[in-house]
């Protein structure tokens, strides 16, 4: 069992009526925003855990990502491993994030879910609370529309309260599960006001 400062696997406490909402691997234009969209409907915020050099290259869609009340975390530069420059990693993520949006990350998540002692412990060297997750729907997988529908029925069938939901912002499935999400997550009472949870 790997303690909370180490690893979050779910949602504290204090919040754990809600779920929180995070998306990796972006920023990704033509995704991210629409995303964003889906989630202003329902009066919500998500973390979005961004890949350092998508970051370099879109600088303006990070930015507006907490223009518009949503958090950003660190999730490395390359994308990059447990390996052993993942301190560099990790370092070079922050800043280019604070360049891009003027927002010092608080939070981190492994690339990959790989995690071994060295890569546990690094994060919170930095101040960076490490955040894994309850929920995957595996939508980093789907393909189509209709595999987005599917992963979303996979979702809203498991989804506990204090969940912390892995989704992905680099392809439009996604958004195809959370126009189905979005919604039954609101009439559960489970989606968090904007602003942020952790
Ligand atoms: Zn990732």
Known sequence: MIPATLLLQRLPERCSNFVLLTFDDGPTPGVTELAMDKLEQYNTSALFFMVGKFVEKHPELAKSVVERGHQIGNHS???????????????MCQQTIAAATGTV???????????????????RMKNLQSVYWSCDPLDWDCKTEADGVEAAHRLLDNVIPGDII?????????????DIVLPELADRNLLPPSGGLL
Request: include cysteine; charge should be negative.
């Open 166 to 178: 892995l989704l992905h912002d680099f392809a439009s499935p996604t958004l195809a599960l959370l």
């Open 105 to 123: 990350c608080k939070y981190y998540r492994h690339p990959e879910g790989s995690i071994n002692p060295s890569s546990l412990l690094l994060p």
């Open 77 to 91: 530069f390359n994308h990059a491993p447990a390996t052993n420059n993942i301190s560099r990693e990790i370092d």
